[in-house]
């Protein structure tokens, strides 16, 4: 089984500033990474992926996330912010072969974006 | 997007009574999940298909029921809603493997309040 840890559930910061949001995860087999972003009264929209392969991935506006094996974990990253991008933000973890593509989702972080 | 469609978007339902909320998309795609979605939970994972008349349970299935008798169609039924089910119910699609598909993409939601 896997499980998901956000470590943070609301990040403020100021516009142009950078960010990071944390996530690790565990699980005893390979697994796919995910970071989803949901706007206010929205749904869930995915933002970038690790299936494989380079361990920066980027999204095309703005935000990249490193997978690290050693330290489980998949953090996200961009280096200047704006208003826009206040929403909630969701790490989901999905085991491979036989899992059907679950997802097992860490509980949010809610990054807030003040002028 | 990829074609889902929910309905509702949103109910009042009293305590007691059963509920079918219904899930479609348009494209074929083999995989479906239904999650629900509650403060500090993240998403949670009720009942997933792989195929029609293929369904299996999730992390949070007790109290929940699904059927799948068409490709299109995904349908979560609340036999006898509590209080407790009140939440923002999110279906998602994902290809096969043999597809690519990887990641879910999710519908707009449906947000259920039981009084």
């Known amino acids: 089984a896997q499980s998901v840890t956000q470590l943070d559930s609301q990040v403020p910061v100021f516009e142009e500033a950078p960010v990071e949001l944390r996530c690790n995860y565990s699980s005893s087999v390979s697994v796919y990474l995910f970071w989803y972003v949901q706007y206010p009264n929205q749904g869930l929209q995915l933002l970038l992926k690790y299936l494989s392969g380079s361990t920066l991935v980027e999204s095309i506006n703005g935000f990249e996330a490193e997978f690290n094996k050693s330290q489980t974990s998949f953090h996200l990253r961009k280096p200047s912010v704006h208003i826009s991008d206040t929403a909630e933000y969701f790490c989901a973890v999905s085991a491979g072969g036989t899992s059907y593509g679950k997802l097992t989702f860490g509980q949010g972080t809610i990054l807030t974006v003040h002028p | 997007d990829a074609g889902i469609t929910q309905s509702p978007r949103h109910k009042v339902t009293e305590t007691g009574t059963p509920v079918t909320l219904r899930c479609h998309q348009t494209e074929n795609h083999r995989y479906m999940y239904w999650y629900r979605q509650d403060p500090g939970h993240g998403l949670r994972l009720i009942h997933y298909s792989y195929g029609v008349k293929d369904t299996d349970k999730g992390e949070v299935s007790d109290g929940y029921s699904v059927s799948r008798s068409k490709t299109e169609d995904f349908l979560l039924t609340l036999e006898s809603a509590t209080s407790s089910q009140t939440s923002v119910y999110f279906c998602?699609?994902?290809?096969?493997?043999?597809?690519?598909?990887?990641?879910?993409?999710f519908g707009p939601g449906t947000r259920l309040t039981v009084t």
């Open positions: 998602a699609i994902k290809d096969g493997w043999w597809a690519g598909g990887y990641e879910q993409y």
